[in-house]
C-alpha cells in the first residue's frame, strides 16, 4: 500500500502548487477520495495518509464500508444518482449528498433526515454539458432548487457539483468551470451558507483549481484500478 501514500502525497503536493499558481489561499482546495469499488482496506490506509473525506456512489456498497469503518472519523459523501427509494438509507447514514438534482429527493432526504445528526450537507447537481447520460440540472433550474433547498430544515445548501464532459484542452476545460463558478457566486450573495464549489477529477483538476474549486474528487489518480468487488 506504498504506492497509496505516495499518490496521496504526490496530489497534496500537486493541489498546494496550483493553489499558488492560480492566487488561491493555501489549504482552499479539498481533496475527496472517490471510493467506489475500493475494498475497505484501502479506505482504511488512505484515512491514515489524512484523507478524511470519501465519495460513494452506490447506497449499499457504502453502508457496508461506513458500518465497517465507523471507528475512524471520517466524512462520506454521497454523489451517485439518487433513487426515491433509497433516499432514507442515504439521509440517515452520509454527511454529504452532492448529487441532488430534483425538488423531490431534496424533500425526502430533510423530512427522513434523523434529528439526532445535524443537517444534512447538500450540494445541488449542474449539468454543465447538457450531457442526457448525466443527470443534473441547467444553471437557471439550479438555482430554482437552490432556493427551494434553502427552506427545508434538516438540509444545509452548501454549493453546485458538476461533472463536465471530458476535455483534453486546459483552456476549454476552465470555460465550463468558470460558468459554474460564476452563477455560485451569484448564488452566494442570496445563500452565505454555500461555501463548496464540487468541480474537477482524475483528469480536470487543474483547469478546476484555476476557476476557484473549493472540492475536488479524485478516484483512480489515488487508488490505481478498481476492483472488481468491494
Known amino acids: 500500500m506504498a504506492v497509496l501514500t505516495e499518490n496521496i502525497t504526490a496530489l497534496k503536493q500537486r493541489i498546494r502548487i496550483l493553489e499558488e499558481r492560480y492566487d488561491r489561499p493555501r489549504d482552499s482546495v479539498r481533496l475527496l477520495a472517490v471510493s467506489k469499488k ?14 478524511k473525506d470519501f465519495g460513494e456512489n452506490y447506497f449499499q456498497e457504502a453502508l457496508e464500508k461506513i458500518e465497517g469503518l465507523s471507528d475512524l472519523e471520517l466524512s462520506w459523501h454521497f454523489i451517485g444518482p439518487i433513487q426515491s427509494n433509497k433516499t432514507r438509507g442515504i439521509a440517515e447514514h452520509f454527511d454529504w449528498v452532492q448529487s441532488v438534482d430534483r425538488e423531490k429527493i431534496a424533500r425526502r432526504l430533510s ?10 450537507n447538500v450540494c445541488v447537481q449542474v449539468n454543465l454539458s447538457a450531457e442526457t447520460s448525466k443527470s443534473g440540472l441547467n444553471l437557471q433550474s439550479a438555482a430554482s432548487l437552490c432556493a427551494s433547498i434553502a427552506q427545508l430544515p434538516n438540509l444545509s445548501l452548501r454549493g453546485l457539483m458538476a461533472i463536465p464532459a471530458p476535455l483534453s484542452d486546459l483552456q476549454a476545460q476552465r470555460e465550463g468551470f468558470r460558468r459554474l463558478a460564476t452563477e455560485h ?13 464540487s468541480m474537477g477529477m482524475s483528469n480536470d483538476y487543474a483547469a478546476a483549481i484555476a476557476e476557484g474549486s473549493t472540492l475536488i474528487r479524485i478516484g483512480t489518480a489515488l487508488f490505481g484500478p478498481r476492483s472488481t468487488s468491494a
Open 38 to 51: 475500493q475494498a475497505p482496506e484501502k479506505i482504511r490506509r488512505a484515512a491514515a495518509a489524512g484523507i
Open 185 to 197: 457566486q451569484k448564488l452566494q450573495q442570496h445563500y452565505p451558507s454555500m461555501d463548496t464549489l
Open 111 to 120: 423530512d427522513q433526515r434523523t434529528n439526532t445528526r445535524p443537517p444534512l
